[in-house]
């Protein structure tokens, strides 16, 4: 390939923001969610599953390349994305054009709620120095804490929801600018079908929280002492 | 030293001048493509039937001379024969080449070129693009041009009026004066001819099933130069068009050509649900009064059937003075598939839905036969001279004209589907003839004195300053509805000379009060006010034109219809007798007793009328008014017979 | 005279580009048939506003009166639509106009869309031939797609699909629905899918599809109804297919 143009950047700098939504954000989230969903079976798989992530070599530069950069470049095209557009649905008020702003009102929503999200869990695990079996019985005893309070149990429905929204509506949207759906048919049956992926996710992520709220169990790390 | 590439300004961007352009710039000219409005939003999208071309894809033996014939007996014989036989010989390349371009013209099973049925013929020969052919034709050739353009050979002038051709001290066209409808700037365009291709004159009529823009005031302007105007007074009458305030919305023939039928109840002021009349109770008048061509006999002769019912009948429908146009017994799907966008318009403007109850519709002004007089030159075999200079020239020299501002192919009558084709056809003929115009012409405009170009120039900036500068009491609007009025209720269907001389002095009496128009906008930034003052005054002068012409012509022809010079044609009469009785005329005086009783007689009339009236008018402008006179019609290739629809 | 056998309009004017803009209402009495357009055509022979002032007659733009040419696109009690089509007995009073929004207004309700013009040059929606000569007959086209083709071939230019665009503004360059269709258009004509590559380049470019944010408000407001989503989704398939072959076959 030769040089590119502004407007291939332009082009190309869309297209993987529409691909980093799915591959690895929209993965991660799915995977999150399903993992922490452990929760509702017991405290023990849950705390085993964070063991294993924990647990995994080069930790940091996953994190890093597979959701930190990935996730970050998302937000800020987003925002750039929502920036350069006018929204209209109060004048036009049709589903479609309210699915339109509410995919960018989420967005926001989710960006906002990530900074909340990490700052009270990764940031502190790391900063205080919480790895490997540490890192269980730490993050575990912040989710009691936070599910302790209404506050907190909001905050979280919120921005899981806006994640699964974001992410189901965003899939759907991926698969037009990608050209996978087409037809105005296919269009409707995909949404469909996105949003009820979209409710599984809400239900995974609602039923953890849940699960949190209702039966708040300390733990201890799996092995102690193991570094 | 480089070749001089030829230059020409085309006046009007809708199918002839598009198509004209983009001749011209195949070979190598540059244009100047003036325009209104962006040219893609031309008259030419109204057009909804199709394009006739005798391709004979059915087997029903159709050819280019049974399109020929008829054509010019659709005409009432009034057209030059070698031209129409041109264009219709021409016209199966042109629908190729269209299609070439990309338009969607309906398919067959096989993916060929569907034709469909239209008035006037007994053979499928219209091809169309759904219920929108003329938009699809301009979109293909405004995408040609837009080519051009791209690539710097067209240069377009869009929110342009043209004002008038610039004469050098020769009388030769050397350039235009343009008006920017937006700054107001008049300035000066030169080119090596001028092409007007500015479309018909609908809107001297007020409401019609014209454009806003269909003013005829290009034409107007070329006759209060000197040209000749031709047959101002054959105008058509769609038999079918939706009542409307703004417009009166035309129905297409393609509703009739894919089975409408026409009636009205048999009882006066019958109000009952259309649906629930029997039919024993409807009088399906075209259909038993022309048992072959039934619902499409062509337009001249639908419209006075409509008109007859209506007003010497009166069985018009709710007492109004209009028809239904029934499509009803047509299945819904099949009126989709065929007809689906024409009868969304009747739903978008009506609110009813046409599939399921009968439309009512009534006549309107449609379609201007004459049009500035234009030349031609045939090649000796009854067809053109497509290299000759003289194509589709005005009389004067290095003004040339396209489309439905030329006179010369429709003659009396405009057959369905043949617009699209005559505008498409000069506007590609006349392409070799100009740019041989351009290599033959001894001094080219850059040789002109620029004083010509600056004089035309201010003497526009004059006029319309002083337009700008009338505070008289007369709203032109009004004025110009007054004048549509006045040419609606003397000068349409049905014409009597008492009633047209009535109109001349409404006309001259307009003409007055004209003089005491106020310009209701001073302002120096996109204001139509002096524009709309300057086409007013050109539309009393086409009015004059129109009417005068019609009071002049005493006889019955194509669209001209007065009923005391009708010559009554007996009912039983064949069309071939008359042909008989020519050749046996050769041979001496033709006995009575020859041809079925009153034959003769009528016969006798129909030459006499022939002799004295199968002529051109041509108006000329001499002191304000309309001079009249006649000129020969080239009948050279068939012999002029009457005309009968049955 | 009765309160219901009055129109009121309003009417949002601008003398000049870049001068302000200002509300005049205009009371008319009311005619069987009537839409916007003979609303404006009667305020021409009697421009007066309802509070007796003798004003400027309105200019806007239109010509066919069909809605074929797509001339007369403006706002009408805030949706965009064609004034011909806008039927007075089916509005609510009073019956508001204003000009499109998103582009360079000229006077009054008449604005200059030359922006869709020049994109349609910028895309090359056109079908190249090798000459207007007679050299027989088109190509074989099956029905069922020429009756698509001519879906996308209704468009008229007139701007609603931009004007209700979230994504479609006076300060980006965004190319919008309507010449993503005609992309589509002469992308499957077979003659014009032989520049097909040329035309998917263009439009992965600055302002091309990328841009779109599949608000799809276009598609309900076309009064064509042609089915934009369903072009912008095809080029979608298109654009990521050429992207392919860019990045692995070139």
């Known amino acids: 390939m030769g040089s590119i143009t502004k407007g291939q950047a332009h082009f190309l700098l869309l297209k993987i923001h529409s691909l980093t939504g799915l591959v690895p954000i929209g993965l991660f989230l799915t995977f999150h969610l399903l993992v922490n969903s452990l929760r509702t079976v017991g405290v023990l798989p849950y705390q085993w599953s964070i063991d294993v992530i924990n647990n995994l070599p080069f930790l940091i530069w996953i994190e890093i390349f597979f959701i930190y950069i990935p996730l970050l470049f998302h937000s800020f095209m987003g925002f750039y994305i929502t920036q350069v557009a006018k929204m209209n649905a109060i004048r036009y008020r049709y589903p479609r054009n309210w699915m339109y702003v509410m995919q960018r009102l989420t967005g926001a929503v989710v960006f906002v709620f990530l900074i909340y999200h990490m700052g ?48 189901a509506n965003g899939l759907w949207a991926f698969c037009i600018s990608w050209g ?48 | 030293m480089p070749k001089r590439k030829p230059q020409f300004i085309v006046i009007g961007g809708g199918l002839a001048g598009l198509a004209a352009t983009m001749k011209l710039c195949e070979d190598k000219a540059r ?97 169309f693009a759904g219920a929108t052919t003329g938009q699809q034709l301009l979109y293909a050739l405004d995408e040609q041009v837009r080519r051009y353009e791209h690539d710097g050979q067209v240069q377009k002038l869009e929110w342009h009026e043209y004002l008038s051709a610039i004469l050098d001290s020769q009388g030769v066209c050397r350039g235009a004066v343009l008006h920017d409808l937006h700054t107001g700037e008049i300035f000066s365009a030169k080119g090596d001819a001028v092409i007007l291709a500015t479309g018909g004159p609908a809107q001297v009529y007020g409401k019609t099933t014209g454009s806003t823009v269909c003013n005829g005031v290009a034409t107007t302007a070329a006759y209060l130069q000197g040209a000749k105007y031709a047959n101002g007074e054959f105008i058509q009458v769609h038999p079918t068009a939706i009542p409307g305030q703004d417009k009166l919305r035309l129905m297409s023939e393609s509703a009739r050509g894919e089975g409408g039928r026409i009636w009205v109840p048999r009882k006066k002021n019958d109000d009952r649900d259309p649906l629930t009349i029997p039919e024993s109770e409807r009088y399906y008048f075209l259909e038993e009064n022309h048992p072959r061509f039934g619902n499409l006999v062509p337009r001249d002769v ?18 109004q003075p209009m028809v239904y146009l029934d499509l009803t017994h047509q299945s819904e799907e099949f009126l989709e598939h065929r007809l689906g966008g024409i009868l969304d318009i009747y739903a978008k403007f009506t609110g009813d839905n046409p599939k399921k109850v009968p439309m009512k519709i009534f006549p309107a002004v449609h379609y201007s036969m004459g049009g500035i007089w234009t030349d031609y030159e045939s090649n000796g075999s009854g067809l053109i001279d497509h290299q000759s200079p003289r194509n589709q020239m005005t009389s004067i020299q290095g003004l040339y004209a396209a489309g439905e501002c030329d006179y010369q192919f429709h003659g009396a009558n405009r057959l369905g589907a043949n617009s699209l084709l005559s505008c498409i056809y000069t506007g ?80 001259s009496d307009l003409e007055i009060r004209f003089k005491n128009v106020q310009c209701l906008d001073t302002t120096h930034w996109s204001n139509p006010a002096p524009s709309m003052i300057q086409q007013l005054f050109c539309q009393i002068q086409l009015a004059k034109i129109i009417t005068q012409g019609a009071l002049v012509r005493n006889e019955f022809r194509g669209a001209h219809y007065k009923p005391e010079y009708d010559l009554n044609q007996p009912k039983d009469f064949d069309p071939h007798e008359y042909v008989e009785y020519i050749e046996k ?62 | 005279m009765p309160e219901d056998k009055t129109i009121r309009l309003k009417i949002k004017r601008q003398d000049q580009p870049d001068s302000k803009a200002y509300w005049e209402e205009f009371d008319l009495p009311h005619k069987p048939r009537a839409n916007v357009i003979s609303c404006l055509m009667d305020i021409q022979m009697n421009p007066v506003t309802r509070q007796e002032k003798t004003v400027t007659p309105v200019v806007w733009e239109s010509n066919c ?113 309507s010449t ?36 799809q408000v276009c598609v309900e407001v076309c009064p064509k109804k042609i089915p934009l989503t369903e072009s912008i989704a095809e080029i979608g398939r298109e654009t990521t297919l050429q992207l392919l072959k860019n990045l692995f076959l070139k």
């Open chain 1, 180 to 227: 996978i759906i087409i037809g105005p048919r296919a269009q409707r049956n995909a949404s469909i079908v996105f949003m009820l992926f979209g409710g599984v996710l809400t239900v995974l992520g609602f039923a953890t929280v849940l699960e949190f709220s209702l039966h708040p169990v300390d733990v201890e790390p799996t092995l102690k002492g193991a570094f």
């Open chain 2, 31 to 127: 244009v100047t493509l003036v325009s209104y409005q962006p040219v893609k939003r031309s008259h030419s999208v109204c057009a909804q039937g199709g394009i006739n071309a005798a391709i004979d894809t059915k087997g029903e033996g159709d050819s280019p001379e049974t399109h020929f014939y008829d054509t010019v007996k659709g005409g009432d014989f009034l057209a030059h024969q070698p031209l129409v036989r041109d264009m219709c010989h021409q016209a199966p390349a042109i629908v190729h080449l269209m299609d070439r371009l990309g338009v969607a013209f309906n398919r067959t099973p096989e993916g060929h070129l569907e034709f469909r049925r239209f008035g006037g013929t007994l053979f499928s020969r219209t091809a």
């Open chain 1, 120 to 167: 009270t869990t990764v940031v502190p695990k790391i900063w205080n120095g919480h790895h490997l079996f540490e890192a269980a019985p730490f993050l575990i005893e912040v989710m009691n804490q936070e599910f302790a309070t209404w506050t907190g149990r909001i905050i979280y429905l919120v921005g899981i929801l806006s994640a699964t929204f974001h992410f």
């Open chain 3, 180 to 215: 993503i269709s005609q992309v589509r258009l002469f992308n499957m004509h077979p003659t014009g899918a032989m520049e097909s590559e040329e035309r998917l380049e263009t439009i992965m470019g600055d302002g091309g599809i990328a841009d779109c944010g599949n608000a």
């Open chain 2, 428 to 507: 590609l003929m006349m392409g070799p003839g100009l740019i041989q115009y351009s290599r033959n012409l001894n001094s080219h405009f850059e040789d002109v004195p620029s004083s010509v170009f600056d004089q035309a120039r201010d003497q526009w900036q004059g006029r319309m300053q002083s337009f700008k500068q009338m505070k008289g009491p007369e709203n032109p609007y009004v004025l110009h509805q007054e004048l549509g009025d006045i040419l609606l209720a003397n000068v349409l269907i049905v014409r009597e000379n008492s009633k047209l001389e009535k109109a001349l002095t409404q006309i």
């Open chain 2, 302 to 319: 639908a419209s006075r059937e409509i008109h007859d019912v209506v007003y010497n009948k009166e069985l018009g429908v709710e007492g």
């Open chain 3, 65 to 177: 009166l069909e809605e074929v040419c797509g001339s007369c696109t403006m706002i009408i009690n805030g949706k965009v639509r064609q004034a011909c089509t806008a039927l007075i007995d089916a509005l609510p009073q009073p019956i508001v106009l204003e000009p499109l929004t998103k582009f360079p207004i000229v006077r009054d309700l008449q604005v200059d869309r030359t922006r869709m013009f020049e994109n349609l040059k910028k895309v090359k929606a056109w079908i190249h031939i090798d000459g207007t000569y007679n050299i027989g007959e088109g190509p074989v086209i099956p029905e069922k797609q020429r009756a698509k083709a001519y879906l996308l071939s209704e468009c008229m230019t007139c701007g609603c699909c931009l004007e209700a665009c979230p994504q479609f503004t006076k300060n980006n360059n965004f190319v919008g629905a």
């Open chain 2, 585 to 646: 005329k050769q041979y001496g005086e033709v006995l009575e007793s020859e041809f079925p009783s009153g034959h003769t007689a009528y016969m006798k009339r129909y030459e006499e009328c022939n002799e004295q009236w199968l002529k051109t008018t041509i108006a000329k402008h001499n002191n304000n008014q309309p001079e009249i006179s006649f000129e020969e019609v080239n009948t050279s290739l068939v012999q002029p017979r009457p005309r009968k629809y049955d």
